[in-house]
Nanobody, 125 residues
């Protein structure tokens, strides 16, 4: 059973920054595609950024390019999301997700079988 645990959410003012972390409880972490998603109240879950296994190549949803940076530390089985210049519309519950399957649709939440509980990010104007 793979478990994911997010941390780092909080409340910030517009223009501020936050760094989210996700720890994976699996020795096979290196072989998983991993991603960050977010879900605002009343909206569908949307992809933010993904990181491919082995190579560590990254992929960002079109609307997330420029302010968000995804990274990982394989030694710590951890993934991160650095969020800068935050806006009120970034307010959402942020989830990390993982899949052991190869997928070309890395921003599609249906492609992931393992999910964390989420961490709340609130940005005030």
């Amino acid at each position: 059973q793979v478990q994911l645990q997010e941390s780092g959410g909080g409340s910030v003012q517009a223009g501020g920054s936050l760094r989210l972390s996700c720890v994976v409880s699996s020795s096979l972490y290196y072989y998983y595609s991993m991603a960050w998603f977010r879900q605002a109240p009343g909206k569908e879950r949307e992809g933010v950024a993904a990181i491919y296994p082995r190579s560590g190549a990254t992929d960002y949803a079109d609307s997330m390019v420029g302010r968000f940076t995804i990274s990982r530390d394989t030694a710590k089985a951890s993934m991160y999301l650095q969020m800068n210049s935050l806006k009120p519309e970034d307010t959402a519950l942020y989830y990390c997700a993982a899949t052991s399957r190869y997928t070309g649709r890395v921003h599609d939440p249906h492609e992931y079988e393992y999910w964390g509980q989420g961490t709340q990010v609130t940005v005030s104007s």
